[in-house]
């Protein structure tokens, strides 16, 4: 038996547990501590203890070290905090990675694709923070290209690093295609316009939802020069985020004096939508660029996108149909968070497989439900602490009358889901065809106008509502697909204003209960589809435990929590005090508060 406690620090951090090649829990730390984006992974270590007595390793995983004069073979937090954690004595081997981020975005995006061998394609801010003899500083990964064999080989064939020195293009390896440039990076330069948009740099998935209400401008400098970012636009905070110089650029003077970027309550010009737009379709292009490197290099057809870019929906769906030849695999877990699983894998193979011990491959995962189990017997227990909540026995049947009649409905049950989206575990379901659908539930969960919601549809009815570009299905929610003519009316509030929908499919194997519930609401509207959108408010982590979801449900306008597992509904009419009418407004698009 082998058992692997890996950790990834930094922001999304998180915690993997592997026993014997498959994954016990993966949990991001912001899900137990909630403070969002937490990058310090120490609750989540305390979980191990509940699924076993010892590790055989503790992995940790990071973009850096931990400071310029750090030690990482002396003794550090993740060391201490272990000791802490075990009641008796505890031997184990401790890996620490740190220069091969992009590698560990490889490792779980290439393990879970289930294809023999593929070309990894992948792009993020800024991965590991490098150094070179070539020039004095500090270099980081932009974009990188291996190609991948099983069980888990990987070769370097493109690497784009970058710089703040000004050193043009500098050739470093010619074996691994590696290269230095000052130019930013593709996600860079999309954490640029993030910025410019008024947005924080890492809430990329907004700039991503804004970019569809842009149109092309001509007044805008082009996001790219050359196949590389382009310098005379943006500058490079390495490792945190970039900046538009908009100073340079006349159309952006005046709207950056029109339209401050910041404050209590902001408002997107066209300007900025229309940079949105840019840096979405440049950006789709750059990384298709990309995607065609990697077939012309290594002479792949299966390919698996990962880092921070590979959550982008809309790109992913865009892949897709500009390859229809190519097996895409787009890697649910893409961003840092997933790199404690790319770590786990990464010791499995390299400290143990490879040295000759024996140990069972990994098989891809069914599923994403990475999070802990909780006990649904204990649910009820929690009640006593919310003595406005009500508990009454229901049924799926019951559940779907309740959402068609114009209720939110959250749900609860099971393992919670990995990544950032919910896939029915942690929910908040609407009924998809209400006309005003997405204002309600943006404004109950305090979020911006032009933020889309998702669906989850019966697998078995998604080709009668949606375009799926050759695909069978969508589990893990990572395409914003094309609906069919007709369908935008028939369920509006989940359609984006591009006529496009970032759809989950389930299938009674995959979720029993939520397959269940949404066959139920079929069966009252017509409509195999529920909308769903992340169980949390706005700012918040998803919740984790029920606890997490009667705080929510206590201190929102949501009433209803359906737990299925014990067919239960929780009812729970919010008296909080700071709950006034005028709370949870969000900004329309013509500048207007409305609920």
């Given at each position: 038996m082998s058992i692997i406690l890996s950790c990834s620090r930094g922001h999304n951090a998180s915690t993997t547990l592997l026993i014997d090649g498959e994954i016990a829990f993966y949990l991001e730390e912001e899900r137990l501590s909630r403070f969002k984006r937490d990058g310090t992974p120490l609750l989540g270590l305390t979980k191990v203890f509940d699924y076993v007595d010892h590790i055989d390793h503790l992995v940790v995983c990071h973009t850096h070290r931990a400071g310029p004069q750090a030690d990482w073979t002396g003794e550090d937090l993740y060391k201490s905090w272990m000791?802490?954690?075990?009641?008796?004595?505890?031997?184990y081997e401790v890996t620490y990675i740190d220069q091969i981020h992009h590698e560990q975005h490889a490792n779980v995006g290439f393990i879970n694709s289930g294809f023999d061998s593929a070309a990894c394609v992948i792009a993020d801010g800024a991965g590991s923070f490098l150094h070179t003899?070539?020039?004095?500083?500090?270099?980081?990964?932009?974009?990188?290209?291996?190609?991948?064999?099983?069980?888990?080989?990987?070769?370097?064939?493109?690497?784009?690093?970058?710089?703040?020195?000004?050193?043009?293009?500098?050739?470093?390896?010619?074996?691994?295609?590696?290269?230095?440039?000052?130019?930013?990076?593709i996600v860079k330069e999309y954490e640029a316009v993030t910025r410019y948009c008024g947005f924080m740099s890492i809430d990329a998935g907004k700039t991503m939802g804004l970019s569809p209400y842009g149109k092309p401008n001509p007044d805008i400098p082009p996001m790219f020069r050359n196949g590389f970012g382009n310098r005379d636009v943006f500058k490079p905070n390495y490792p945190n985020g970039a900046y538009?110089?908009?100073?340079?650029?006349?159309?952006?003077?005046?709207?950056?004096?029109?339209?401050?970027?910041?404050g209590e309550n902001p408002r997107w010009s066209q300007v900025q939508k229309d940079m949105a737009y840019a840096i979405q379709k440049e950006s789709e292009e750059q990384i298709g660029n990309l995607i065609q490197k990697?077939?012309?290099?290594?002479?792949?057809?299966?390919?698996?996108?990962?880092?921070?870019?590979g959550l982008n929906c809309v790109a992913n769906y865009q892949f897709k149909k500009r390859f229809p030849n190519l097996n895409i695999y787009c890697e649910p877990i893409s961003h840092d968070g997933g790199t404690s699983i790319g770590g786990a894998y990464h010791v499995y193979y390299h400290n143990y497989f490879n040295k000759g011990k024996t140990i069972i491959p990994i098989k891809p995962p069914k599923d994403i439900y990475?999070?802990?189990?909780?006990?649904?017997d204990t649910y009820l227990d929690h009640i006593e602490e919310y003595p406005e909540a009500k508990v009454s026995d229901t049924s799926d049947k019951e559940i779907a009358k309740l959402i068609r009649d114009?209720?939110?409905?959250?749900i609860f049950q099971g393992r919670s889901e990995g990544g950032p989206r919910a896939l029915g575990n942690r929910s908040i379901l609407f009924d998809p065809t209400v006309k005003d659908g997405k204002d309600i539930v943006n404004g109950v969960k305090h979020r911006e106008y032009f933020r889309p919601f998702a669906c989850s549809i019966l697998a078995d009815k998604v080709h009668d509502w949606f375009d799926l570009a050759g695909m069978d299905e969508s589990p893990s929610m990572m395409y914003a697909v094309d609906a069919?003519?007709?369908?935008?009316?028939?369920i509006?509030?989940?359609?984006?204003?591009?006529?496009?929908c970032r759809i989950q499919t389930v299938t009674k194997e995959q979720n029993e209960n939520y397959y269940n519930l949404i066959s139920a609401f079929e069966k009252l509207s017509d409509v195999p589809i529920l909308f769903n959108t992340s169980f949390n408010l706005g700012g918040d982590p998803l919740v984790e435990d029920i606890d997490d979801a009667l705080d929510t449900l206590s201190t929102s306008d949501i009433d209803y929590m359906y737990l299925p597992e014990i067919q239960k509904l929780i009812t729970i009419k919010s008296n909080c005090p700071n709950m006034e009418k005028d709370d949870g407004k969000m900004l329309s698009e013509d500048g207007d508060d409305k609920l």
């Open positions: 000791r802490k954690l075990c009641k008796k004595k505890l031997t003899e070539a020039f004095d500083g500090t270099i980081f990964e932009f974009e990188t290209i291996f190609h991948a064999q099983k069980p888990l080989n990987l070769r370097t064939v493109y690497k784009h690093l970058g710089t703040d020195s000004a050193i043009g293009y500098v050739r470093l390896d010619d074996d691994t295609g590696t290269f230095a440039t000052e130019y930013p990076g538009v110089m908009h100073e340079m650029y006349p159309t952006l003077i005046e709207d950056v004096k029109q339209h401050p970027q910041d990697a077939v012309d290099i290594t002479g792949e057809k299966n390919i698996v996108i990962c880092g921070g870019y990475y999070g802990p189990q909780y006990d649904p114009g209720n939110i409905v959250t069919l003519p007709g369908v935008a009316e028939k509006p509030s989940v359609i984006h204003v591009d006529g496009t």
